[in-house]
């Protein structure tokens, strides 16, 4: 049961930090698909970096720079710009997919070496403790630092002054524009935090979860991550409670799979991407999206 | 304000050199038809719009209007009332009150918030209730948010975009009480509005803009309506022509009809009617008393939850197609409830409504694009639309002749009934005038017309007969009621 | 960088082995760039033409190998095609009705289906769809009746595609239909008003635009492989979402565009074996034509209200 937790855990960090990320971006009224290609992006720019510096570390703030790199690109194109935001994003996909799968290639000719990774976050006394040392201190600190994140973007969003003013951007852009508030900028920076949070999920692929970099490593997991704010309510308790969800449900795939049940492989592999389909079906009352989501705002509208 | 001018499309100016003062402690009143350019002349000076060229004056103080924006029109002490609300409908009062302040810290404690925002609802005397979320408000208390939104900001010059658009009589007399006590309390007023009833009751000054110029400055004793009225409009229209005519058959009828409604106000419960051939009838109220819910009823794109309607006679199904082919007809002010689809062209807007069954551009699996080029060339002729290129897209037309579009598509193949809901809404004195004049000519030429309308001038000029809409229920209004008694009814006093 | 682009050119349109390659790539990435065009009007977003296409593989393996495995060509060509477009179909819809009924975007749906039909593929050719051999994780090859008439590695189906290009179209621009569909992907508010069901649309749309992808699928196992495997489908249904909006959505520019896509593709596997520059780089040029594609033509897009819908669209 324990190793269950763990487990779910472990594998939900990735999600939930990804999904954080989006969160502070879909409050602010973007719609970011794109958050695939910036967490693919993240987890072969911390891979490179720790690799070449023997510092995981390293690697980590890497991948952030790398993530919100990717997301100024975003913020250029659909904030700036205009375009489309399903356009842009998928844009970026492709860009990360081709960028990384070539530089993998360049880089290491198909053949990447074993990088230093994240292990736990605390051994001796700390990880001893009963339930709080396996769930927490035992863990790489990707799985802490989802949990603190959690709790910061839950409570800057609810409390602080700058998380009411992003609200507003995304609830009411012509409302918040009308108070002085400056949208694109909010908007933009909304998108660099949120991209670097998804930067770092990819470094928790590539640096803890994994020990190496595969082209196109994170299969699907962004999009996951969009299922998830949605699933939460996007609130930043749903997401992770939502994140746990998914979490534990790959646990299970994992264990059914490793216990031999005797049904083939690939069912496993469908299994998180049917429950999230079942999940958004069945999510029962309209849920409460940021009112301008996915909406271009332009001041000159008279 | 000095010489301000501002061009929205190269040589079609919205604004040219227009100059207005206000002084402290003054109520100025910005009249002006639809479209003359009062609400782009109030969002210069609110900085949502920069001029192409003027000077901004603010207590004394010159401008740089390049780099006014909203904020700079926060910091000197410019406060804004817009005709829609633009406040966070997700948010409280309290919490809209308080994310644009940048002065304070970066922590927001929602009790002393509170706290604050009922203090400054006290201190204004204007009662809004600042725990509950926007969206839960009524037109009124939403328009009191903001101003006090725009007080607690240290506004010392107030704009209002239209207040009463919105407010039955009573809230409007409130509010006209709270300009009152804000003038005694030293603050400047633009109030804009195109009814000079208001005007009467509260200016000290009014300022005229026709097709963006300045036509005029008057002071409250030189006021006169008739005066008024000729100076906005540049001509005197004469008086609509209403001919006697001889009622024919019922041909719309309303039975027991009840609506869902997306509020508990806006729900309509058995709603009896009738509307006979060669009459008007109009239903006036407030917006959200339920005409939404009634039009899209009879638009058939909202399911009733009981009773029925008939077309001459006839139970008829409610989808758009079935009510347009029993010879409904649906006009409305807003663009895309009248079926106005931009990005396509003048000529597909008029065919657009018959893609199934109207054999005259669709046949055997195919669009005739000649027949319906021909046929919308020829509207546009008929109703002077302009530009009238069918292969136009209408995204170019102006509201006006969008409106005429609407009205050339409905009106082909005189139907018997036209339910016309906000027809001249937005629209200048020139087409809202050419709108009327359409529908008192199917009313002479025996068609059934229900106006449903939240512009009482309208109705009462057009309709034989008017009922009001409250709450979601009809009230008889007895034949010569003037506007008093009316606004009495739709606060839900007297009536039946 | 000079020696890699000469690569690039000669290997795609610098010689008949060229151009052989460039027309084999280009037929699926016509049809699939087709089908996302035709979502994409009906103002439905079709990320899923990835999985609609591997959907539409799987059912054309079914029939072909296992169906319909004696049946004369007459028979089984336009079996197989059928299959094809019915898979992608299924999928479509199954997105489309996520939408209709549920308030599910069909962006989120349409991406999760993609990676459930390539789980779907690879249990397939793992368990009963396997060779006979039971060697290697791949399908029985096609019976050469199955199999589309080709020159080359080009196949019948491209004529089928330049064919399909012209039908769609006529039916966006000249049936009822097609009006239809592109007044909800315009206006679906002013739609509805007139008569028109967004909801129907978007399902119709949907199945419509996943039956074409389904089509592509069957004509790469029928036309190309002949025979089904992991891989078939390197991203061609997100280069398809490149093609379509560099074609402005006009069904008649698609081909140039997925010729262009198509070129880039062919000329990329000699970029890589002569220049040893990764073939992979595509995708980047693909992000980036996308990105200057819809910058040209910001104004032209009806915008995706995605978060819009969940709140009451009030009728």
């Not at chain 3, 061609?236 to 490149?242: L, R």
Request: glycine share 12%; with cysteine.
């Amino acid at each position: 049961m324990e190793a269950l937790l763990e487990a779910t855990l472990r594998l939900a960090a990735p999600l939930l930090l990804a999904a954080l990320g989006e969160l502070v971006i879909e409050r602010a009224g973007l719609i970011d698909i794109g958050i695939e290609g910036t967490m693919l992006t993240g987890a072969f720019a911390g891979f490179v970096v720790a690799v070449a510096s023997g510092s995981a570390l390293a690697g980590v703030a890497a991948a952030a720079v790398a993530g919100t790199t990717v997301g100024a690109l975003f913020a250029a194109f659909a904030v700036y710009g205009r375009v489309d935001q399903i356009v842009v994003g998928t844009a970026v996909n492709l860009l990360a997919l081709g960028a990384t799968g070539a530089g993998s290639r360049a880089l290491y000719g198909g053949a990447p070496p074993a990088a230093p990774t994240l292990g736990a976050l605390a051994s001796g006394p700390l990880a001893e403790l009963p339930w709080l040392g396996a769930l927490l201190f035992a863990q790489t600190p990707f799985v802490c630092a989802g949990w603190l994140l959690a709790l910061a973007v839950g409570v800057a969003l609810a409390r602080t002054r700058p998380g009411l003013r992003l609200r507003a951007v995304g609830d009411s852009a012509r409302a918040a524009d009308a108070e002085g508030v400056p949208v694109p900028r909010v908007r933009a920076a909304a998108v660099l935090i949120g991209s670097s949070l998804a930067g770092v999920a990819g470094a928790a692929l590539s640096l803890a979860q994994s020990d190496s970099f595969t082209e196109g490593m994170t299969a699907g997991r962004g999009f996951i991550a969009l299922a998830i704010v949605i699933f939460g309510r996007w609130s930043a308790l749903g997401v992770l409670l939502a994140s746990l969800f998914f979490g534990c449900a790959t646990a299970l795939q994992f264990r059914l799979q490793a216990r031999g049940v005797g049904i083939p492989y690939p069912v496993f592999l469908m299994f998180p991407y049917l429950v999230t389909l079942a999940v958004l079906a069945l999510a029962t009352g309209r849920a409460r999206a940021p009112a301008d989501l996915g909406r271009a705002y332009a001041r000159e509208a008279s | 304000m000095q010489e301000i001018s501002k061009s929205f499309v190269p040589a079609v100016p919205v604004l040219e050199g227009v100059s207005l003062e206000v002084a402290e402690g003054e109520v100025l009143a910005l009249l002006g038809e639809n479209g003359a350019g009062k609400s782009t002349l109030m969002n210069v000076l609110a900085g949502l719009v920069t001029p192409d060229a003027g000077g901004l004056e603010l207590a004394g103080e010159r401008v740089d209007l390049g780099r006014y924006g909203p904020r700079g029109a926060r910091d000197h002490g410019v406060g804004m009332v817009h005709q829609h609300s633009a406040l966070v409908p997700a948010f409280t009062v309290a919490e809209n009150l308080c994310f644009g302040d940048s002065a304070a810290g970066p922590w927001f404690r929602p009790g002393a918030e509170l706290r604050a925002a009922e203090a400054l609802s006290r201190r204004f005397e204007l009662e809004v209730p600042v725990r509950r979320r926007v969206e839960e408000l009524s037109p009124g208390q939403r328009q009191r948010a903001e101003i006090l939104r725009a007080l607690g900001r240290g506004a010392r010059l107030l704009i209002l975009d239209e207040p009463t658009a919105v407010l039955t009589p009573g809230e409007a007399n409130a509010l006209f009480a709270a300009l009152r006590r804000l003038r005694g309390a030293g603050r400047a007023v633009i109030f804009i509005s195109h009814k000079l009833a208001e005007v009467e009751q509260v200016a000290d000054r009014v300022t005229i803009l026709r097709r963006g110029r300045v036509v005029a400055n008057l002071s409250a004793g030189e006021l006169d309506a008739r005066e008024l009225g000729r100076l906005m409009l540049g001509r005197d229209l004469p008086p609509l022509e209403r001919r006697a005519a001889p009622p024919g058959p019922p041909r719309l009828a309303l039975r027991g009809l009840s609506v869902p409604g997306v509020t508990e106000r806006s729900r309509l419960c058995g709603l009896d009617l009738e509307v006979l051939g060669g009459e008007i009838v109009g239903v006036v109220g407030i917006d959200g008393n339920g005409q939404r819910e009634l039009e899209e009823a009879l638009a058939g794109v909202r399911r009733p939850s009981g009773g029925e309607v008939l077309v001459a006679g006839r139970r008829v199904a409610l989808s758009p197609r079935a009510l347009r082919r029993a010879g409904l007809a649906h006009l409305s002010g807003d663009r895309e409830r009248a079926g106005l689809v931009r990005g396509m062209s003048l000529a597909e807007n008029f065919i657009l409504k018959g893609s199934w069954d109207d054999r005259r551009f669709f046949r055997r699996g195919q669009i005739d694009r000649r027949a319906a080029a021909l046929a919308a060339s020829r509207a546009a002729a008929r109703f002077g639309i302009s530009p009238s290129d069918p292969d136009g897209d209408i995204a170019s037309l102006s509201g006006g002749n969008a409106q005429k579009l609407a009205v050339a598509r409905e009106l082909d193949g005189d139907p018997p009934v036209l339910v016309a809901v906000n027809p001249t809404r937005g629209l200048d004195v020139g087409s809202a005038r050419f709108v009327h004049e359409q529908l008192l000519a199917r009313r002479a030429a025996g068609g059934a017309v229900l106006l449903i309308s939240v512009e009482l001038d309208e109705v009462l000029a057009l309709a034989d007969r008017v009922v009001a809409l409250v709450r979601g229920e009809l009230r008889s209004v007895p034949p010569g009621a003037d506007r008093a008694a009316i606004g009495a009814i739709l606060l839900g006093e007297g009536g039946a | 960088m000079n020696e890699a682009l000469l690569a690039l050119l000669s290997g795609s349109l610098g010689s008949v082995a060229g151009w052989t390659a460039t027309l084999r790539e280009s037929a699926p990435l016509l049809v699939t760039g087709l089908a996302v065009a035709l979502a994409f009007r009906g103002g439905t977003w079709n990320i899923g033409a990835e999985g609609q296409l591997l959907a539409g593989a799987l059912c054309a393996t079914v029939v072909a190998t296992r169906l319909l495995v004696e049946a004369p060509a007459l028979l089984l060509v336009p079996a197989v095609a059928l299959a094809g477009a019915f898979g992608g179909a299924l999928f479509g819809a199954l997105a489309g009705v996520l939408r209709a009924a549920r308030g599910v975007s069909e962006v989120i749906s349409t991406i999760l289906l993609n990676f459930v039909a390539s789980s779907l593929v690879a249990l397939a050719i793992h368990g009963p769809l396997q060779e006979a051999a039971r060697a290697y994780p791949k399908s029985d090859p096609f019976p050469s009746a199955a199999l589309l008439p080709s020159f080359g590695r080009v196949h019948a189906g491209l004529l089928v595609a330049l064919l399909l290009a012209v039908l769609l179209h006529a039916l966006l621009f000249r049936t009822p239909f097609g009006f239809r569909l592109r007044a909800v992907g315009l206006a679906p508010t002013a739609a509805r008003f007139a008569g028109i069901s967004p909801e129907r649309i978007a399902v119709t749309t949907l199945a419509l635009s996943g039956a074409l992808a389904g089509l592509a699928g069957a004509f790469e196992v029928a036309g190309v492989t002949g025979q089904l495997y992991e891989g078939l489908s390197a991203g061609t249904g997100y280069t398809a979402i490149a093609v379509a909006l560099l074609a402005r959505l006009q069904p008649l520019w698609v081909i140039p565009s997925a010729l262009f896509f198509g070129a880039l593709e062919a000329g990329a596997a000699a970029m890589q074996r002569e220049a040893g520059v990764p073939a992979v780089v595509t995708q980047v040029v693909q992000g980036v034509v996308i990105l200057l594609a819809a910058l040209v033509s910001i104004r032209r897009r009806p915008g995706a209200r995605l978060g819009a819908r969940a709140r009451s669209e009030a009728g």
